[in-house]
Structure formats: structure tokens, C-alpha cells
């Protein structure tokens, strides 16, 4: 019975990440600045698989967990044929603070104007103070979202995204 249970709330929970209204869509595409002080578009990352994850805020503890997490596994992604780029309201210099701190070794990108937070609907806020929710999604070569995680536990959330990066690559080969 145990194992019933797990399974139909493994189940449960894989179909809502997949029951995004994203999954199947083109990603929204972008034009932000890189710690670096280039653009980055989502053209640029095309061909390969893209972890897209966006977080609140620069140097707060969930956000530098994550940050991190993504910075040691780095290597995997990319024998994955996957990149790791991460979007938050934070202006460039925050981000190259940032990055330069953690030695963060993928692409960090400003969203000052807010137009990639409401083009993936990770606008969050209250009262005057505004922040991208932290919520991922993995894009596959083609650009289209093949998932979306709406809900982020910072520790876990690289091993969650490692797995099924690996899953939907075994799916759709």
C-alpha cells in the first residue's frame, strides 16, 4: 500500500510540474545583461538545453544556496549538452558581485525592466517592493518548455532538476 501511495504522489506531482500552462510552448524570448556586461538572448542558447531559473534576490541565503548547488554541478550540465542561466530583478552589478563571490561559472542575467519575469509570469511582490518567485524551467534545443517547476525547495532544487533533465532527455531521444 506504501508503495502505491508514493507512487501515485510521484505522479501526482510530476503531472503538475508537466500540467504548466508553459510545457509544450516556445519559451518567451529574452534580451538581458549578462554579469559579463553582454546581452544575452535565448537565441544564444540555442541547441542546447537550458536550465532557466530565476530567484528573488542576490546574496540572500535561499538564493546563494541554489546558486551554489548549480555552480558544483556545473561540469554535469554541460555533459549534458545543458546551460545553466539565471534571471532576477538585481542590476548588473549586483550580479557581477554576485558572481565574482560565488564563482558562479554560468551566465546570471539582469531583468531590470521586468520583462522576462512577466513574460514567464514569475512577477511577484508586495507592496512596492517586487521580486522574481523563484520557479524554473527547462527548455529543450528546440526552445520549447518541456517543464516547469513552480515550486523551488533552494536545497534540493538542483538534484530535482539534475534527475529530470536526464528523464525528459531519456524520454525525448
Known sequence: MKKLTFALLVLLTSMTAHSSEF???????????????????LSDYKG??????????????????????????????????????????????????????????????????????KAYKVLGGFGPVEYTKRQTFIIDPSGSIVHHFKKVNATKHEKNVMNTLKQLQKELS
Open 23 to 41: 510545457v509544450g510552448q516556445l519559451a518567451p524570448d529574452f534580451k538581458l545583461m549578462a554579469q559579463d556586461g553582454k546581452f544575452k538572448a
Open 48 to 117: 542546447k538545453w537550458v536550465i532557466l531559473y530565476f530567484y528573488p534576490k542576490d546574496g540572500t541565503p535561499g538564493c546563494t544556496t541554489e546558486a551554489k548547488n548549480f555552480r558544483d554541478a556545473y561540469s554535469k550540465y554541460q555533459s549534458l549538452n545543458a546551460e545553466i542561466v539565471g534571471v532576477s530583478l538585481d542590476d548588473n552589478n549586483s550580479h557581477k558581485d554576485f558572481s565574482k563571490q560565488y564563482q558562479l561559472p554560468f551566465d546570471i542575467l539582469s531583468d531590470t525592466d521586468k520583462a522576462a519575469a
